[in-house]
């Protein structure tokens, strides 16, 4: 680890959770060096939905590579881009009853976030954004202005400007109800707020903590955007793409956002892609008014194309719910076993959440999961979450081993903590 530590920047942040030098990965695992495995309950934050080297998307690409398929293309039409199209058109928007046009952004997240802020500034002629109380939607200085994290924020070095934060569902409590003051703040024209350019959300923070939106929440609060005309953008960077059992996490509340982010499993493969979905009528950009010169690796195409065969039946999203309740069972269970009642497990597909009081309890949990070989982190306000995110296609062997792990990480942290630290998971 040395070299990382003379020769690579200080903001690096996995490696130092995750002290070992990773070569060869397959499935829901990942080798070090030295040849031990660890079980993955990371996923890349949700880029490897699909696992590691996926074999059948790893077969597709070597083919296309083989075969000298263009890899760099800046925006220019090519086979792999037309065949990602044509495929996300039939097997995901048409099914669904959705009309979207696709924009290919820069390569991550945050690209996705900053093209869809700027598209709803523009076609409103507004320039605030309201987010949501522990949102994250990325560190450049656009997505920074609508994320939460007060340490992400600090490191902008400019004022972070053009943004609102309104408190999520269950920010103040889970008796209390947060729209109703978004919708006093919208009627009332001396309230400070005025109309924002957008309203952009998570269904599920992830990196704020697994804070799940309820359907009656999202469905209310679509109602008010809609009756104020505001843009509602909904962040899938995360959460889309299958990781809380349908492809968009949206989908039960029947909701139709104006403009969609997606990234991370996209390309199915872990490779660079992102795109924001556009309502059409909201697809008012002009030619190059928004570019980057790689909006458009071939070689995710052709990954993000073949993972949709994923999408051709209900397989997967019927496993996912099956496997996500298995594991907020299990970790229930494990609660209940080791923790004083009040311990909130949260979550919907694989993507769950155990929520615990004291300082640091999660972040020694997750670092002694690492020495028995489970990769998982923590998110939210003082990383006070253990995050579960494993590939959605991990077998129930491997989910049990991983969370195995877990218990017995939980149990030996718990053993060291003091007693006046304990006393905090009763409160
Ligand atoms: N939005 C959400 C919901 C995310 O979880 C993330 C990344 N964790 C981003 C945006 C930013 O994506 P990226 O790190 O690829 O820029």
Redesign the pocket.
């Known amino acids: 680890m040395e070299v990382f530590e003379q020769l690579e920047s200080g903001v690096r942040v996995y490696s130092r959770a995750f002290p070992a030098v990773f070569t060869t990965a397959s499935g829901h695992h990942l080798t070090d060096e030295q040849g031990k495995r660890y079980i993955d309950f990371l996923s890349g ?2 880029a490897l939905n699909y696992g590691h080297n996926n074999p059948y998307l790893k077969d597709r690409l070597l083919a296309y590579i083989a075969a000298d398929g263009v890899i760099h293309s800046l925006d220019m039409a090519t086979s792999a881009k037309r065949e990602f199209l044509e495929r996300f058109q039939k097997v995901i928007l048409a099914p669904r009853g959705l009309d979207y046009r696709v924009q290919f952004v820069g390569p ?4 996705a ?1 900053e093209a869809a802020l700027k598209l709803a500034r523009k076609v409103t002629g507004r320039q605030t954004v309201a987010f949501f109380t522990q949102a ?4 450049t200085l656009g ?1 920074l202005a609508v994320t939460g994290n007060a340490a992400k924020r600090r490191g902008a070095g400019v004022p972070l400007l053009y943004s609102v934060a309104v408190p999520f569902d269950g920010y103040l409590g889970p008796d209390a109800d947060t729209l109703p003051l978004l919708e006093r703040l919208l009627e009332d024209d001396h309230s400070g707020l005025g109309l924002p350019a957008a309203v952009i959300l ?1 269904t599920i923070q ?2 704020g903590g697994v804070n799940v939106a309820s359907w009656d929440w999202l469905r209310r609060l679509e109602r008010i955007v809609r009756r104020y005309e505001i843009p509602l953008i909904v ?1 899938e ?3 889309g793409c299958g990781r809380t059992g349908p492809f968009f996490s949206f989908e039960p509340a029947g909701i139709r956002p104006d403009l969609i ?1 997606l ?2 499993s996209i390309s199915g493969f872990g490779l660079p892609m ?1 795109i924001v979905l556009i309502r059409p009528d909201l697809d008012i950009w002009e030619p190059g008014e928004h570019n980057g010169t790689f909006r458009g690796l071939n070689l995710s195409f052709v990954t993000g194309a073949a993972a949709l065969c994923y999408w051709e039946d209900d397989t997967l999203q019927r496993e996912t719910e099956r496997k996500g309740k298995l594991v907020a069972d299990r970790l229930g269970t494990l609660a209940a076993r080791h923790l004083p009642a009040g311990q909130v497990v949260r979550g919907r597909g694989l993507i769950q959440g155990l929520a615990l009081a004291p300082k640091r309890l999660a972040k020694r949990v997750a670092q002694l999961a690492f020495e028995r070989g489970l990769i998982i982190e923590t998110v939210g306000p003082r990383d006070s979450v253990l995050k579960v995110l494993p590939p959605l296609t991990i077998d129930d062997e491997g989910l049990a081993a991983g969370l195995g792990i877990l218990e017995d990480s939980l149990q030996e942290a718990l053993s060291e903590t003091p007693d006046a630290e304990l006393s905090l998971l009763a409160s």
């Open positions: 934050a949700g991550t997240g945050t690209n976030v994250y939607h990325g560190v997505s998570e992830a990196e962040d960077v995360q959460v982010c990234s991370k992102a």
